[in-house]
């Protein structure tokens, strides 16, 4: 069984224009194809490839490569069928969507012989359409004028950033100058500080190594007695070996030779000839009456814990406040939330310590104070540290806020830096689950809606968008790793918007985030209105 | 699908490549395995008391006893319709009642009268039939031959390995006799045996010899206890496994047993484990590997020049086979040497079945056409059950989409891209919480909205149900299932409860009738909220599936009414998917065919829905493993077998998903699917040139949908498989019996696709002597029984159209298969040197079961011979109308007419044609016929 297709439609319009127009012309051909679908004359495929009788356009089997001569029917693969839609859009459809049993032209035309029953909807799509262009226009339109607003702000804050820049380059040279005068004040109040400390020093050197030696002495005594064991006042080979620690070859035992080595060759010595036996044996000597060793010292560490504690601190402010590269790709970039590996020097507020603290395991007592005079001159030179300290990180700071405005006019902030105004700013998002929260130029963040810890969905990569609108998306890397998986990722695209919001947020692929951020900065010139409007649609008939 | 998320906690699997072994069990750590693999080889303590022996008309009964224990058994042996013997061995009087497979047969096998040949003191023959067909009994030891003529088909015992641990009082002190008390039993044990032995020879046993024979036994570790990693398997019943061994004389060749991945013809176990049956949730499985998988059929086919064959272990415990080469002669004894005689030095195939309980119930399938093997067990177990027309087009799946403007997007993308698919997938991620049968409130709010959609595109959807149920009192299908008592117990019997993705679950009890039919009754469209028409279902996990079981799987002694877990493990997913399918069949009040997706199955299986080969990988070894394992699937009845287009674990390159893609469009089940953590793989994401690539593959697909849905008519008619091994069609060519690199679909289309990365050609063994192939694609003819080096580009891979076939297809390709419903044929006639060709084409509404029950379909011949092709009908008493007609004819291998005529009943007309002199193709235009009718056209 088979159908007989209608080979010509009547194309009926008007309506719309007041008047009934009818063009007869084959099924599927657009209006400016028409002419080459001439029922009086044989069809040449329009690829030229061959020629059919008329009778065989549109008669359900295909003869044209091209597929011209069945724009009506689905017999060929690579067809297409023009719906005229009139009222909305006139488009094409591939042609194996003819009489597919799916609705897929708006004025029905696609489904003549499918028995399903469509419904003429081009005038409603139209409708929509027309509106939903009229508000993307004012919102464009709108937005654009936001757009400028910001390229103006913009180059202000350019301008004020760049004045702001000069001042402190200018002001880094007095701060330089201010640090070398106070490096000299400083060199010049630490001479005799150290001259001073030194002779201090050496003094209470000498009174210990006098004390030293009297202990020493008195300690050889008192071994000596205690290894005369038969009170001879001599120290016998046999007294030495009942101390087998002196052992020296390790094996052991104390063997007669070894002692005798111990005594220099002697068999026995006298207090006086211990003298030379008692730099032999006194480091490992155990003596019948010695104390147990001190217990080891237990490690200070409060005062690196505050260090850690201070320096998360900072850490969380600077989430607050300014996007760091967590690249890290300026070194020598020493702002103080940059990490945890702050260099002490620059952490330690506290007044430099005295002279260092004797690490002796004596228990002679410690250091006397500094004489008045030495004090003045330390306290002299204190105060030029002090001073020289403070010009310095004033210095520094100056370099961190030149660093830090460099970073920022360099920055690719678009064409007119109309993106500018989002630098140092955060959007959140909350859905059912999670806050999101995107801060441009810096990271995109994702936070559980009912506790728990934040997750990095990416920070800052670049401008991701395709050739020509490269500023439609930006792409944010080098997040917390998935399981199994990539690190986690998200591609923010730009819509116009009079707001700047995080409109969406989805997961469609695993750790692969995909965000929707309207801006005014991406609005283009809006096309004035007429130009959209179907009326005048190139594609609409006539 | 496997992940493992175990209350919260990630088991950090990071860099582990493949399975992880430990967590499943070597034959060593099951105690049985290695209890009965290490049974001696001496000979059988088994001898058959012929005094006992009852023959009926068709059964015939007969003890046996262990002349160790004098435990003794009945053997019952049927002679079965269609050239089949049926053996049963149970326990003459057991403890309890051992558990006999139900709902595996379709029916009580139909009988065929035994008779008695010959009887002696050595044992029995009896007739099968006919003269050459006969079976040998001897007695001592026991052993069954079935003979043909003087040749011995197959022997039963012939080693002597058969074993049944009868079933015995527990007692509890013997059980934990240390390994030194062991030996001291051994001295005891020989005395008692050499006694035993002396008392009751050739007498019957007394109570007390059987209570030492149970003594004897008793000290071996694992009977009445057995822990693997931190599980306890708490056997209360003690040991029960059973053994049984054939020889398979003049026998190289054998096949079947899945699921495994492996190799189409099944190897020696001599060296490594025996294959193991025993549905379990394998995470990254290992390829070329005899360990279990999600799915079990006991069914190994056996294969030589001469004949095929088949033994079906009705068995759903825990099983493994031994598979050994050996000689014939070797195994060659007794009253079957008076008999019949081989060659003593003919190869010989030795397979032996174990399993953990239950009774031997043994199906020996005679042949001895491979057609007839299928025939015979498609007669036992049913035959693939008719899919929708629909479910054979491509298959969109993924963990997950994500909601419902995924959905819409992605079934956009598809337009866009103009390639065409009938299904798209929902994965667990699309339920509340994993409360299967309820839809996430917040990413599918409006389901029935999402459906609609994609009705009106003419496409449909499938979403998940697993049979694990959360335990959450707010669950309705939670609350029904405890109310009413159906979830399996525990053993001490509380429910059972395990881990899954809900947390912690219960798990129904789908082997009791009511649990079936209640779950049943929750697909219909007020019960499922949310459901549609258009919404089918996919069981996965039905193992089932148990994160924080052992070996991932239930405890054995968890309970299933009276029977334990041990016993029905390995049928728990059929009947998953039994009750599944009749929801869906229900919902439509009988009318519409069903669609259900299983991973865990087992023989029978088939006659529910389709199955696919699990998590699978992004490599191209599982490529290339997945002909093998879907080859293997059909050979046991379940043709429409399909793996994951891409592999699910990791992430394909552009070529291998590609070539994926190719060569999943010609395997029955087309579905690409990834796990949750890869990057999307929609087919338009690899750039515009592999977009073309694949579209091009899908479009092959459904080009050829009416072949496809012919075959399956054909394989649920018959059981015949529709993606076949090439031995299944050339049965005495040798060169094809371990071809597992291509495949043939139905007898027309022979396919070999590219496995390798970078190929550059392949080489395609084309069969048959004297016969002809047609490449598909450039439609070069090509001489049979050679090997054929056939270069490759990307662009497609080799399909073979044999010389004397003819396929129907649509070329008119759109978006999803029922918008090609009406759209007209087109007749690839291929001719044989003869110049003659064949084929079919059958037609019906595509999705009810009208074909069957109103018999409304159209099934016609299509003849070409003598210079003319003639469409006739096959089916004289079926009646079916459609608007499809024959839009083209193209006649490969043929010579330029004169003129072309067709003959109607309404009278003649010429034909425009033309001719393709360089490749010898006529194109005959526009019959115009409606494809229903008879019509003929004449070439002059």
Not at chain 2, 232 to 239: E, H, I, T
Not at chain 2, 819 to 835: I, K, R, W
Not at chain 2, 890 to 908: H, K, M, W, Y
Request: overall charge negative.
């Amino acid at each position: 069984m088979m159908f007989r297709l209608q080979v010509f439609l009547i194309v009926s319009l008007g309506a719309a224009l007041g008047a009934a127009v009818e063009v007869q012309r084959p099924r599927g051909v657009p209006l400016e194809k028409r002419h080459f679908y001439d029922e009086s004359r044989p069809f040449t495929c329009l690829d030229g490839s061959r020629t059919i009788p008329f009778d065989r356009v549109n008669d359900d089997y295909c003869d044209c490569k091209d597929g011209s001569d069945e724009p009506g029917t689905a017999a060929c693969p690579n067809g297409s069928f023009h719906c005229t839609n009139a009222g909305f859009r006139a488009t094409f459809i591939p042609s194996s969507r003819i009489n597919d049993g799916v609705c897929d032209c708006c004025d029905t035309t696609d489904e003549y012989n499918s028995g399903v029953s469509c419904q003429n909807t081009c005038r409603e799509l139209g409708q929509k359409e027309r509106e939903t262009l009229e508000k993307m226009a004012e919102i464009t339109r709108e937005g654009f004028l936001l757009k400028r607003q910001l390229i103006e702000e913009a180059k202000q804050g350019l301008q004020e950033k760049q004045g702001k820049l000069s001042e402190l380059q200018a002001s880094r040279k007095e701060h330089e100058e201010k640090v070398d005068a106070l490096r000299t004040v400083k060199e010049t109040a630490e001479q005799p500080e150290r001259e001073a400390k030194e002779r201090h020093l050496k003094a209470w050197e000498a009174q210990k190594a006098a004390l030293q030696l009297e202990k020493e002495k008195a300690k050889m005594a008192e071994v000596f007695l205690e290894l005369d064991g038969d009170a001879d006042g001599l120290v016998s080979v046999s007294e030495l070996q009942t101390h087998q620690e002196l052992d020296p070859d390790g094996d052991g035992a104390l063997t007669d030779t070894e002692a005798q080595g111990l005594l220099s060759g002697a068999d026995k010595v006298d207090s006086a000839g211990f003298q030379n036996v008692w730099s032999n044996i006194k480091d490992k000597y155990v003596s019948e009456s010695q104390p147990a060793p001190p217990p080891p010292q237990e490690p200070q560490d409060s005062e690196v814990d505050q260090d850690k504690d201070s320096s998360k601190d900072s850490d969380k402010d600077a989430d607050q406040a300014y996007p760091e590269d967590d690249a890290g790709d300026e070194e020598d970039d020493e702002e103080e939330d940059d990490d945890d590996d702050v260099p002490e020097e620059y952490d330690d507020k506290a007044p430099p310590a005295g002279p260092p603290a004797e690490h002796s395991d004596d228990s002679d007592g410690a250091m006397p104070s500094y004489d008045e005079e030495t004090q003045a001159l330390i306290d002299a030179a204190q105060k030029a540290r002090d001073e020289f300290d403070s010009a310095e990180k004033s210095l520094r700071e100056v370099d961190d806020q030149i660093k830090s405005l460099e970073k920022e006019i360099s920055f690719d902030f678009g064409p007119s830096a109309e993106f500018a105004y989002l630098y140092s700013q955060c959007y959140e998002l909350t859905t059912n689950e999670y806050i999101y929260r995107l801060c441009p130029f810096n990271r995109v963040s994702q936070k559980p809606k009912y506790g728990g810890s934040e997750t990095n969905l990416g920070s800052w990569g670049s401008w991701n968008g395709p050739e020509g609108s490269k500023y439609s998306i930006m792409k944010y890397d080098h997040g917390t790793g998935c399981w199994q998986g990539p690190n986690r990722s998200t591609t923010v695209k730009l819509t116009c918007g009079k707001e700047t919001a995080v409109l969406s947020t989805s997961e469609p692929s695993r750790c692969e985030y995909l965000m929707e951020f309207s801006t005014p900065a991406i609005c283009q010139e809006p096309p004035s209105l007429e130009t959209v409007a179907p009326e005048t649609d190139p594609h609409d008939e006539f | 699908m496997v992940w493992f998320l175990v209350a919260g906690v990630l088991l950090v699997l990071n860099g582990v490549r493949a399975v992880d072994r430990s967590n499943f069990k070597t034959c060593d750590q099951s105690s049985f395995c290695k209890r009965m693999r290490t049974m001696g080889l001496d000979q059988s303590p088994y001898r058959a008391i012929l005094e006992t022996l009852e023959l009926s008309d068709s059964r015939l009964t007969l003890q046996l006893i262990n002349d160790n224990n004098k435990v003794r058994l009945l053997l019952e042996l049927y002679r079965l319709q269609g050239n089949m013997t049926r053996l049963k061995i149970n326990e003459l009087k057991p403890l309890r009642s051992r558990f006999e497979v139900p709902d595996v047969l379709v029916g009580e096998p139909p009988t065929k009268p035994l008779s008695m040949v010959s009887r002696d003191e050595a044992g029995v023959v009896l007739s099968l039939g006919t003269d050459a067909h006969q079976l040998v009994l001897n007695a001592r030891p026991f052993r069954l031959d079935i003979v043909e003529g003087a040749r011995v088909l197959l022997s039963v015992n012939g080693r002597g390995l058969l074993a049944f641990e009868h079933l015995r009082p527990r007692k509890d002190t013997l059980s934990k006799i240390s390994s030194t008390v062991g030996s001291m039993w051994d001295s005891i044990k020989n005395m008692f045996s050499s006694n035993t032995q002396k008392d009751s020879e050739g007498e019957e046993t007394t109570e007390g010899a059987q209570e030492e024979g149970e003594e004897r036994e008793e000290e071996e570790p694992g009977m009445w206890e057995e822990t693997f990693k931190s599980h306890v398997d708490s056997k209360p019943n003690g040991p029960s496994s059973i053994s049984l061994d054939f020889s398979l004389p003049g026998v190289e060749h054998v096949y079947g047993i899945p699921e495994h991945a492996e190799n189409l013809r099944l190897k020696t176990t001599d060296k490594g484990d025996p294959y193991r049956l025993y549905n379990l949730d394998v995470f990254q499985y290992e390829l070329y590997n005899p360990m279990a998988l999600y799915g079990a059929v006991p069914v190994l086919l056996s294969h030589n020049a001469q004949r095929t064959m088949g033994i079906f272990w009705l068995n759903a415990a825990e099983t493994w086979v031994d598979i050994s080469a050996n000689t014939a002669g070797k195994t060659l004894s007794g009253k079957v040497l008076d008999h019949a005689q081989v060659p003593s030095d003919a190869p010989q195939t030795d397979v032996r079945w174990f399993s953990e309980s239950g009774i031997i119930d043994v199906f020996i399938m005679l042949g001895p056409k491979p057609s007839d093997v299928f025939t015979q067990y498609a007669s036992l177990t049913g035959t693939q059950s008719f899919p929708p027309l629909s479910t054979l087009g491509y298959h969109q799946c993924r963990w997950n989409y994500n909601d419902q403007e995924d959905v819409r997007a992605v079934d956009a993308g598809f337009d866009e891209h103009d390639i065409p698919y009938d299904f798209i997938w929902l994965d667990i991620e699309h339920t509340d919480g994993k409360r299967y049968f309820t839809w996430d409130a917040a990413n599918f709010p409006q389901p029935r909205d999402m459906l609609r959609g994609l009705q009106d595109k003419r496409r449909k959807m499938v979403a998940i149900v697993d049979p694990h149920i959360k335990v959450d009192s707010g669950y309705r299908i939670h609350n029904e299932i405890r109310s009413r008592n159906l979830y399996v117990k525990d053993k001490d019997g509380g429910n059972y409860e395990g881990w899954c993705w809900p947390g912690t679950a219960g798990y129904p009890d789908f082997t009791d009738p009511e649990m079936r039919a209640w779950w049943a009754s929750m697909f219909a469209y007020d019960k499922y909220e949310g459901s549609m028409e258009n919404l089918y279902t996919w069981n996965d996990m039905n193992e089932p599936s148990v994160f924080n079981g052992p070996e991932v799987t239930m405890h054995k002694d968890a309970i299933h009414g009276t029977w334990e877990h041990r016993d029905v493990h390995n049928l728990y997913g059929l009947y998953v998917q039994m009750a599944t399918a009749e929801g869906l069949i229900q919902r439509s009040g009988g009318v519409e065919r069903p669609f259900v997706l299983t991973r865990a199955f087992f023989a029978g299986s088939q006659r529910y829905g389709a199955v696919w080969t699990g998590d699978n990988a992004a490599e191209w070894g599982h490529l290339k493993i997945s002909i093998p394992m879907c080859l293997s699937l059909g050979l046991v009845g379940i043709s429409f077998c399909g793996a994951d287009v891409g592999g699910f674990f990791k992430n394909p390159g552009p070529e291998l998903l590609v070539r994926w893609y190719q060569t999943g469009a010609y395997q029955p089940f087309f579905r690409a699917h990834a796990h949750l953590d890869t990057p999307r793989r929609e087919p338009w994401l690899f750039g515009p040139q592999n977009t073309a690539l694949i579209r091009d593959a899908v479009r092959q697909r459904y080009a050829l949908l009416p072949y496809w849905y012919q075959l399956f008519y054909h394989a649920h008619r018959t059981g015949e498989p529709v993606m076949r091994p090439l031995w299944v069609e050339y049965p005495q060519d040798v060169a094809t019996f371990t071809i597992d690199d291509q495949f043939l679909l139905g007898r027309h289309l022979l396919v070999h696709p590219v496995t390798e990365q970078g190929s550059q050609g392949v080489s395609v063994y084309l069969p048959g002597v004297g016969e002809v192939w047609y490449d598909a694609h450039t439609f070069r003819r090509h001489d049979g029984d050679q090997n054929l080096f056939v270069p490759v580009t990307l662009s497609s891979i080799p399909v073979f159209q044999r010389g004397g076939s003819i396929i129907p297809r649509k070329v008119r390709i759109r978006r999803s298969s029922t918008c090609m419903e009406n759209d007209p044929y087109t007749l690839y006639v291929a001719l044989s040197p003869q110049g003659t060709a064949d084929g079919e084409i059958y037609i019906d509404d595509g999705h009810t079961f009208n074909y069957d029950r109103q018999k409304q379909f159209i099934h016609r011949r299509l003849t070409f011979a003598n210079s003319s092709l003639s469409s006739s009908n096959l089916s004289a008493d079926s009646q079916f109308t459609t608007a499809s007609w024959i839009e083209r004819v193209l006649i490969l291998g043929g010579q330029e007419p004169s003129a072309v005529t067709l003959r109607t009943a309404d009278g003649s007309r010429s034909l425009e044609f033309e001719f393709d002199a360089a490749t010898s193709v006529l194109t005959i235009h526009k019959p115009g016929v409606n494809a229903g009718s008879d019509w003929t056209v004449l070439l002059q």
